[in-house]
C-alpha cells in the first residue's frame, strides 16, 4: 500500500491484479475477453513469464490501497530471456495452451502459438538495444502521468544494470500507444515485414534523445 498512487516494485501477490490488467488491454489497448475465449493466454505469453524470469525488473502502478492498477515488465537481455523461457517457463504453461499441431485457425490459437516461439522475440535489427518491456495500464488510469512513471523506473533500473538501450513492439494499429511513446522519446526501428507490429527503442538515459 502507498500513501496515494505510486509506482513501486512488484510483489508476488500482485500477480493476479498484473493477469487482469493485461487480460483487459491486450486486444490492441482494448478489453480482450469478447474476443478469445481464454484470455489468460495473453499473460502467459507477454506478462507473467517476466515477473517470474525476472523480478527485480517489474514495477507497478499501486493506486494507494494496495491494488496494481497498471504495470511494467521487461528483461535487460533479451537473448538471455529467450533461453530462459523456453528452458523454465514453457514447462509451466505448455499443458495449459498446448502447441497448435496445424497452423492457427482462431484468435486464441494465435496467440497460443506465440507462447511456444519465444525466438520470435529475436529480431536482428533491434540486436542493438538487449532490453525489452511492456506496459499496461488499466484505461482509467491512463493519460495521467502514471505511464511515464512507470517507465522512468524500468529505464532508471536497466540504467542501473549497465543497460544501454531498450525497443519494444506495439500493435501498430494501437495510434494511442504510439502517440504516448513518441512522446517519451521512442523512435521507430526499421524491421522488413514486421507484420502488424512496429518496433521501437530509445537509449536507457536522457542522453541522446
Known sequence: MTPSPAVRPYRPEDRDALEDICVRTAHAG???????KDPGV?????????????????????????????????????PRFVADY????????????????????TPDEEIVALVHRPERM?????????????IDLLPEWQGRG??????????????????????????????PARAFY???????IAVPDPGPVTYLGRPTTEKGR
Not at 482494448?30 to 478469445?36: K, L, T
Not at 495473453?42 to 525488473?57: S, T
Not at 495452451?97 to 492457427?104: F, N
Request: no cysteine; glycine share 6%; hydrophobic share 40%.
Open 30 to 36: 482494448r478489453d480482450s475477453r469478447p474476443h478469445y
Open 182 to 188: 513518441d512522446r517519451l522519446g521512442f523512435h521507430e
Open 146 to 175: 502514471y505511464g511515464r512513471a512507470l517507465m522512468e523506473s524500468f529505464l532508471r533500473a536497466l540504467h542501473e544494470r549497465g543497460v544501454a538501450a531498450v525497443h519494444l513492439s506495439m500493435v501498430s494499429a494501437n495510434t
Open 122 to 134: 529475436l529480431v536482428p535489427e533491434v540486436a542493438a538495444y538487449p532490453a525489452h518491456l511492456h
Open 42 to 78: 495473453f499473460p502467459a505469453a507477454f506478462a507473467a513469464p517476466y515477473v517470474h524470469l525476472e523480478p527485480e525488473l517489474a514495477f507497478v502502478l499501486d493506486d494507494g490501497e494496495g491494488r496494481a492498477v497498471g504495470y511494467i515488465v521487461g528483461t535487460a537481455d533479451t
Open 86 to 105: 523456453r528452458a523454465t517457463w514453457l514447462p509451466l504453461v505448455a499443458d495449459r495452451y498446448p502447441e497448435p499441431r496445424h497452423e492457427p485457425r
